[in-house]
């Protein structure tokens, strides 16, 4: 499959909301409730998006994957809050694109500019996200033991923290 990455135009912001909340619905699926799950909208994410992108894009990097004209991915990334580090802060494929290669093409394409960053990089996944964390481990990032819960909804989550040099 051939997929084009590039920096996103205003009018995908909506759909990169609509993916996210698409994407979460799907990967976390038997880990977090319904519930939770059905937190926001894929509307709200847009906006939600649309927002963050507006305030953080002379800081951080926002990259579209795509596939013919449809949004098959995406990844964000910047400085975490630790000084010289990092933070792949969002890398979410489409369902319908999971396991296709376009989270090993946003991954690919995220590891130069992480180190344009800092010299390490870290990013935070759900303990209980097997697929996840296989799919992290393969590209060589590592749990450090770092741990942190986090909401999705109103239900609170655990997270681990990986990191690797770039």
Do not use: C
């Amino acid at each position: 499959m051939s997929v084009q990455l590039r920096p996103p135009a205003d009018d995908d912001l909506l759909a990169v909301g609509d993916l996210h909340y698409r994407s979460r619905v799907s990967a976390y699926a038997g880990i977090v409730s319904p519930a939770a799950l059905k937190f926001g909208s894929p509307a709200a994410l847009g906006e939600w998006w649309s927002e963050r992108w507006r305030w953080e894009r002379d800081t951080h990097r926002l990259t579209v994957a795509v596939a013919g004209d449809v949004l098959a991915g995406f990844t964000y990334l910047g400085p975490s809050e630790e000084d010289g580090i990092a933070e792949l802060s969002a890398i979410h494929a489409d369902p319908a694109f999971v396991g296709k290669g376009v989270g090993r093409a946003l991954m690919l394409d995220a590891l130069p500019a992480l180190a344009r960053i800092g010299s390490r990089a870290v990013l935070w996944v759900l303990e209980d996200n097997g697929r996840a964390r296989r799919f992290y481990e393969r590209g060589g990032w590592v749990a450090d033991g770092v741990t942190r819960i986090e909401p999705i909804g109103s239900e609170p989550v655990r997270q681990i923290r990986y990191s690797r040099p770039v």
